[in-house]
Nanobody, 124 residues
Framework: QVQLVESGGGLVQAGGSLRLSCPAS????????MGWFRQAPGTEREFVAT????????AYADSVKGRFTISRDNANNTVYLQMNSLKPEDTAVYYC?????????????????WGQGTQVTVSS
C-alpha cells in the first residue's frame, strides 16, 4: 500500500514557476515508478511526466518537455515536479501516482495508487 499527498500548487502568473512535492508512505517507495498527471475541467486526466525506480530514466509529455522536470528522493520517499515557464494552458489539478513498473509509464491505467491532487492555476 502506498499513500500519496501532493502539495505545492497555487496561483502563479504566466512565465512563473512552481514546485510540486509528493511524499509517499510505505517502505517500498524505491520499487515504484512514479508519475505526474493533470486534469483540467471537462477534460480527461493526461500524462505529464514519469520517472523510474532509480530516477535515472524520465519521460515527458511533448507539451511540457523542456519546461518541467520530474525528480525523486528515495531516501525521503518523495517525488517532485519542477514547473518553469508556466502557461495558462498548464492550469489543472495535478496528481502524482505510483506504478510497479520499473521505468514508470505514460498510461494512467498502469498506476495503482493516486494522490488527491493539487490545484495549479496560471494567470495570463
Amino acid at each position: 500500500q502506498v499513500q500519496l499527498v501532493e502539495s505545492g500548487g497555487g496561483l502563479v502568473q504566466a512565465g512563473g514557476s512552481l514546485r510540486l512535492s509528493c511524499p509517499a508512505s510505505g517502505r517500498t517507495f524505491s520499487r515504484y515508478g512514479m508519475g505526474w498527471f493533470r486534469q483540467a475541467p471537462g477534460t480527461e486526466r493526461e500524462f505529464v511526466a514519469t520517472i523510474s525506480w532509480s530516477g535515472g530514466n524520465t519521460a515527458y509529455a511533448d507539451s511540457v518537455k523542456g519546461r518541467f522536470t520530474i525528480s525523486r528522493d528515495n531516501a525521503n520517499n518523495t517525488v517532485y515536479l519542477q514547473m518553469n515557464s508556466l502557461k495558462p494552458e498548464d492550469t489543472a489539478v495535478y496528481y502524482c501516482a505510483a506504478t510497479p513498473r520499473q521505468y514508470g509509464s505514460s498510461y494512467r491505467l498502469q498506476y495503482d495508487y493516486w494522490g488527491q491532487g493539487t490545484q495549479v492555476t496560471v494567470s495570463s
